[in-house]
T-cell receptor
Framework: EAQVTQNPRYLITVTGKKLTVTCSQNMNHEYMSWYRQDPGLGLRQIYYSMNVEVTDKGDVPEGYKVSRKEKRNFPLILESPSPNQTSLYFC??????????????FGPGTRLLVL | SQKIEQNSEALNIQEGKTATLTCNYT??????LQWYRQDPGRGPVFLLLIRENEKEKRKERLKVTFDTTLKQSLFHITASQPADSATYLC?????????FGAGTILRVKS
């Protein structure tokens, strides 16, 4: 089954404790991205990757890191989480972007609470 | 930066009626615009894409229009059903960025 998986689905942590949220897709997609979703603000892009070893900042990259060492994986790293990073996080992938055939596939989400 | 506006108030309609959701954008027109459905606690699911030079796109009971003069896209669900209840997000594409609106909650009552 074609899908985007994220782990963990739920995470409670404390300020300053490094964490990683994993994202994996099995569709051989070139493009992957991370979003956070907060009430009333919609989905905001954190980072995106056009291909292996190619990443770029989205609209809200502060406090986050990413890497793309393999095509299928795109982990999101919070080196020193703070309470304002409490949010619902989504990973997404697409075969390509900028074409009329673009379709973003989203993961199930990771709900993060930073105390 | 681009600002995307969707009705912040929920839309409540009766089963069988047509639901119409609005998406307005500022400044310049996107190359294309996508609509997604999101159920509580789940990731968005792609529904339709309409290009800048298309006026209308249909898929089963769904219809999307794109008016670059009004800087607006309308999303219609005909013969709505309770199962259509969800949050609907519009997302214009600007270069490398897909900019999402905050979404409109649709509630279809039987």
């Amino acid at each position: 089954e074609a899908q985007v998986t994220q782990n963990p689905r739920y995470l409670i942590t404390v300020t300053g404790k490094k964490l990683t949220v994993t994202c994996s897709q099995n569709m051989n997609h070139e493009y992957m991205s991370w979003y956070r979703q907060d009430p009333g603000l919609g989905l905001r892009q954190i980072y995106y990757s056009m291909n292996v070893e190619v990443t770029d900042k989205g609209d809200v990259p502060e406090g986050y890191k990413v890497s793309r060492k393999e095509k299928r994986n795109f982990p999101l790293i919070l080196e020193s989480p703070s309470p304002n990073q409490t949010s619902l996080y989504f990973c997404a992938s697409s075969l390509s972007i900028g074409t009329a055939q673009e379709t973003q596939y989203f993961g199930p989400g990771t709900r993060l609470l930073v105390l | 930066s681009q600002k995307i506006e969707q009705n912040s108030e929920a839309l409540n309609i009766q089963e069988g009626k047509t639901a119409t959701l609005t998406c307005n954008y500022t400044n310049y027109s996107p190359a294309y615009l996508q609509w997604y459905r999101q159920d509580p606690g789940r990731g968005p699911v792609f529904l339709l894409l309409i290009r800048e030079n298309e006026k209308e796109k249909r898929k089963e009971r769904l219809k999307v229009t794109f008016d670059t003069t009004l800087k607006q896209s309308l999303f219609h669900i005909t013969a709505s059903q309770p199962a259509d209840s969800a949050t609907y997000l519009c997302a214009p594409r600007y270069g490398n960025k897909l900019v999402f609106g905050a979404g409109t909650i649709l509630r279809v009552k039987s």
